[in-house]
């Protein structure tokens, strides 16, 4: 869905197509009692598909309220999020965030994209302050979306899933090493899902699908590349085939994990013998 001209494109907002909230809803809610946040709820695309989804695993209408909340600064998006089965709360998430305590079984959603120094002062320093409470380090080059993100992992029950959608530049950015590092040591099971072709028109963005469980029988990181979100048809069944790697609980890039199981080993091989030099010790 396309932004609103300069408005929207200013405050990060660029709206979920519904194929990806559907997916990360459906692959993240699996209980009729999971409670459901979305810190950024926009017009609350999320907050529709994940009343669609605890009623269709047998949640009662009247319980919808109490289980799924909705956070959003913006007025006019807050009314148009109003018209679902969901609790919506008018505020900037990192406020609420310092103001609740509460945990939740699955937290949603597609943060905003703003650079730190076009965010709103005061909550970028709220932000700020409560990342390094957690013992982050923000510092002006990092991006608003990894505050949603990490602060969002914060507030996630003990068997607790996150689902969002995420700028691509998490694999490399070096004001992300930190968060590397932080989801690979959090979460026991991490599903990066990675487009060919653009999946928001009006920005040359990439995105990825960032589905973290913190409790899994099945440990480790896959990453899984497709097309476009049309291939998203799928359905969750398919995460079943990808293949499964170590997680390093280091900062390095994740790039490394587009690469099989075999090669990441020729690679570990080959960094471990001896007999070779790297090329930078040659100058």
């Not at 293949?243 to 690679?267: A, R």
Request: proline share 4%; hydrophobic share 40%; charged share 25%.
């Amino acid at each position: 869905m396309k932004p609103i001209d300069g408005y929207d494109k200013l405050r990060g907002g660029y709206y979920t197509p519904k194929k990806i909230a559907k997916y990360i809803t459906e692959w993240a809610v699996r209980s009729s009692t999971d409670t459901v946040l979305e810190p950024s709820c926009g017009d609350g695309c999320f907050l529709d598909v994940a009343c669609a989804r605890l009623s269709e695993l047998g949640c009662p209408a009247e319980s919808l309220p109490s289980q799924i909340l909705g956070i959003e600064l913006d007025s006019s998006e807050v009314r148009k999020a109003a018209q679902y089965q969901a609790t919506v709360i008018n505020k900037d998430y990192f406020t609420y965030y310092r103001e609740h305590d509460a945990c939740y079984d699955v937290i949603v959603g597609n943060p905003p994209f703003i650079r730190s120094q076009s965010f709103n002062e005061e909550f970028r320093q709220i932000a700020f302050e409560l990342m390094r409470k957690h013992g982050f380090h923000p510092n002006r080059l990092t991006n608003i979306w990894l505050p949603f993100l990490l602060l969002s992992c914060k507030k996630l029950a003990d068997n607790g899933r996150i689902g969002m959608v995420i700028p691509a530049e998490l694999f490399q950015v070096d004001y992300a090493a930190e968060a590397r590092s932080f989801l690979s040591e959090f979460f026991d099971s991490l599903i990066l899902i990675t487009f060919k072709q653009l999946v928001f028109d009006d920005i040359q963005q990439e995105v990825i699908l960032l589905l973290g469980e913190k409790s899994s029988k099945q440990k480790g990181i896959r990453v899984i590349e497709l097309d476009s979100i049309d291939d998203l048809a799928q359905g969750v069944a398919g995460l079943e085939h990808a293949e499964v790697k170590t997680l390093d609980h280091n900062s390095e890039k994740w790039v490394k994990y587009y690469l099989s199981n075999e090669e990441l080993h020729l690679l570990k091989k080959l960094a471990n013998d001896q007999r070779l030099t790297p090329t930078t010790a040659l100058f």
